[in-house]
């Protein structure tokens, strides 16, 4: 790319770029854990939640509780009873692993907000989200490092939608060409940034580099600049 633009503000994904969760019991993922307590097939159910998770994150599924009513029935198709124990422990749980990393951010995460917001950049976070998973989200210190957090659950918009992205600017009261976008690259993120009109964009690395290094590639291709680690953020403001 040219000469990076004066940045007023930078834009982070949440999960999976500042913080980083882990796997539910037995190394699965929620899928893999909720098909171990109710007894049913794991992929069957993967599929179902793939199908689900769009509209939950969007803020589109109705009622209270919608993750819940949504393995009630899910069970319910594959042959499953949710039975009041195992309701109890899937709501207990359902936030496990992402509990755990917003308590508990890694140190650079923190860093690089405390050192951007000392050089007075304004800070947003655009995540796709649901509510039960970020139960611990106003007790994570991270929350106090950010001016505008917008989570696609409460606001309507999922990434890479156009309007997610002006959500968080328009809030920030900062121009797209005047921010930078960081993020892991999952949910076609750097192309939505990009497409949104973000000065720079950004691949925080780790998620790929750990999980799926054949990605990195392609993940790198969609971005202005790719870091290996968050800190490194702070010298492109």
Known sequence: MGSRPRLEAVVFDLLYTLVHPGTYPGGTGRAGWLAGILGVDAAAL????????PILESGRADGPDPELAWVTTAAAELGSTVTAADRARIEAGWDLTRREALLHPPEPAIAT???LRARGLKLGILSNTHALELRAWKQSPLAPLVDV?????EIGYCKPDRAAYAYVLDRLAVAAGSAAYVGDGGSDELPGARAAGFGLVVLAEQTAAEAAPADLPRLRAQADVSVPSLLDVICLA
């Not at 993967?46 to 998770?53: C, H, I, K, L, Y």
């Open 46 to 53: 993967a599929a179902r939640w793939a199908a689900f998770e």
């Open 113 to 115: 907000l405390v050192a």
């Open 149 to 153: 957090v917008a989570l696609s659950h």
